[in-house]
């Protein structure tokens, strides 16, 4: 791959040809592919999609995780319903995170990514540990296929998603740097967030947002460069620090208006990086 190539965040609906259409739609050619339906994660659904993705001529560069029953609505269901912190779901959601390791494996994708949720701030807090445990675990089933774990960052400063990391300790635990989530969740500077987790990061969302207006809300994400990223700087930064990994445009909006918003990203990016 060319270093920093733009790619794009591909939400996979019931109709996978549809998306990877998208993809080529918005100019680019690779891919981080959102949680598939559960009947393309094996058989003949799945036989079907890695052919389409073939015929398509995209590369797929990760693979995210996704749950039933969380929700992004605001900060506290957001804790209470995403990843791997609520404890009720956690078994199964772990056994899905391996099945999701397993079917990008099946289709040669060597990252695996997940919103693991709000890992408590204080390590002495019993979940703590609890957390540690459970991304060891997809951790392991990572390596086993030889994948790296990529953290999304946003729900945590960046100190402590770096402390974290050291705790669970293994080595293909990594970082997918989501900028506009440090500024959503208000979580921290991003710019500075990047230097601190920069030895983790093997891949980002270039995505934008303004910061929160009251408290226990979510900012607001807007098209990249009309948020409070700084994304020259931010691109800047990923140059300073030696990235070499996809710049992959995120948006979470759908319909026309998601299309060419991703193509101003995607002509705005490649001016950016030169
Ligand atoms: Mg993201």
């Not at 598939?36 to 890695?50: C, H, I, W």
């Not at 749950?67 to 899905?96: C, H, M, W």
């Not at 990994?245 to 002509?267: F, M, N, S, V």
């Amino acid at each position: 791959m060319k270093a920093m190539a733009v790619g794009v965040m591909l939400g996979v609906g019931d109709d996978p040809a549809e998306s990877l259409r998208k993809v080529k739609e918005v100019g680019v050619d690779n891919a981080q592919m959102g949680c598939p339906p559960d009947a393309y994660l094996s058989g003949e659904k799945f036989e079907q999609l890695k052919n389409a993705i073939a015929d398509a001529g995209i590369t797929v560069t990760a693979v995210f995780c996704g749950f039933a029953g969380e929700s992004y609505a605001d900060i506290s269901t957001v804790q209470k319903t995403v990843g791997l912190v609520p404890a009720k779901t956690r078994s199964e959601r772990l056994n899905k995170s391996k099945m999701i390791a397993d079917f990008a494996n099946g289709l040669g994708v060597k990252e695996v990514c997940a919103h693991i949720g709000f890992v408590p701030e204080d390590p002495s807090e019993p979940l703590y540990q609890e957390v540690v445990e459970a991304t060891r675990e997809i951790c392991d089933r990572c390596a086993a296929n030889g994948q790296v774990f990529g953290l999304e960052t946003g729900q945590e400063s960046a100190a402590a998603l770096k402390r974290f990391i050291e705790d669970v300790a293994r080595p293909n635990l990594k970082v997918n740097f989501d900028p506009a989530n440090m500024i959503l969740y208000g979580s921290g500077e991003p710019i500075a967030a990047l230097g601190v987790l920069q030895g983790y990061v093997v891949s980002c969302h270039c995505k934008d947002g303004t910061w929160p207006t009251a408290p226990g809300q979510l900012g607001t994400e807007t098209p990249l460069g009309q948020g409070d990223v700084g994304i020259d700087q931010f691109v800047a930064k990923l140059k300073e620090i030696g990235y070499q990994g996809y710049l992959t445009i995120e948006r979470e909006i759908t319909g026309d208006q998601q299309k060419q918003d991703i193509i101003a990203a995607r002509e705005f990016l490649e001016e950016l990086r030169g």
